[in-house]
């Protein structure tokens, strides 16, 4: 219990300012990710492990190749240069991986993903975005927000979804 005034003070503060703590980043890069923070990473990690125990044959994906993708390239094409110069608002809202990891299949390829239990923070956020790039909303009305953690080589590219 706080029992202490410094203590109080310290609390208050903390509360007040909890959203600078907050390290979870957007980046565009072709596609606009997110790029996820130390304890989203640490989550991914403990996933991918889980993965690996029961499926060896796959390979997770590096720490700085994980990522969550909020719009895919072909929607960007035209808003890029925009998107170059613009300065992306944080995502102030912690992002929240559901368990267990899924494995998902298509011909020649195997991944395992961990959903976003939180959609509707980063269907905000794609809004937000496509709000001050000037386009209209929802430009993926049936994505569902991912991180992919493990597949058959590696390389983010050649994962399913």
Do not use: C
């Not at 304890?39 to 190749?65: F, G, H, I, Y």
């Not at 956020?125 to 929802?138: D, I, K, R, S, T």
């Amino acid at each position: 219990m706080l029992e202490r005034p410094q203590d109080i003070i310290y609390m208050k503060l903390l509360i007040e300012n909890w959203r600078k703590y907050l390290n979870e980043e957007v980046k565009f890069q072709e596609i606009l990710k997110l790029l996820p923070e130390p304890d989203l990473t640490a989550k991914a990690k403990v996933l991918q492990q889980q993965v690996l125990k029961e499926n060896p044959a796959m390979r997770p994906l590096s720490e700085d190749e994980l990522h969550i993708t909020l719009i895919h390239q072909k929607i960007l094409e035209p808003y890029s240069e925009t998107l170059k110069q613009l300065r992306l608002p944080p995502l102030d809202e912690p992002i929240i991986l559901k368990e267990p990891p899924e494995k998902l299949t298509a011909p020649g390829k195997e991944s395992w993903v961990a959903w976003v239990e939180n959609q509707d923070v980063l269907k905000d956020y794609v809004n937000q975005v496509m709000e001050l790039v000037g386009a209209p909303p929802n430009p993926e009305p049936s994505r569902v927000f991912h991180m992919s953690l493990t597949n058959l080589t590696g390389n983010p590219r050649d994962s399913v979804a």
